[in-house]
């Protein structure tokens, strides 16, 4: 099992499936790794040299924001709009959709179990 970026990726899955693992890089990115570092789309983990997995590990460490630091990064600017007390921010604060949902009926996910309201019986 090849450890990259902190992340046990899955070793009898192709190199381009298994990158994704790592949080922050998609199915792009993934691919433009894989051209980088001369590795055909079709290889899987299992066959990969030692060397190319650390040449894989360097190119990730060097050209992309991955993992911890990622999610270091999404918190800040989350907390940084909840500061500044925009209106994205008071979403973000509330618990509620941010991105213009409507909440009147959906919104499940990020509001929580329903309440029960009292007296709504007919």
């Known amino acids: 099992m090849a450890?990259?970026?902190?992340?046990n990726i899955p070793t009898n899955k192709r190199v381009v499936i298994a990158l994704q693992y790592i949080h922050g890089i998609g199915p792009k990115?993934?691919?433009?790794?894989c051209a980088k570092v001369n590795i055909p789309a079709e290889r899987r983990v299992a066959?990969?040299?030692?060397?190319?997995?650390l040449q894989i590990?360097?190119?990730?460490d060097r050209d992309y924001m991955v993992e911890g630091d990622l999610r270091r990064e999404v918190a800040i600017n989350i907390k940084r709009l909840m500061d500044l007390g925009c209106y994205r921010g008071l979403r973000h604060r509330r618990q509620l959709p941010v991105r213009g949902q409507r909440t009147h009926t959906n919104a499940r996910t990020r509001k929580g179990k329903a309440k029960a309201i009292a007296g709504k019986k007919k």
Do not use: P, S
């Open 3 to 7: 450890r990259i970026a902190g992340v």
């Open 29 to 33: 990115k993934a691919e433009e790794l």
């Open 47 to 53: 066959e990969l040299t030692d060397a190319e997995v």
């Open 57 to 60: 590990r360097e190119t990730i």
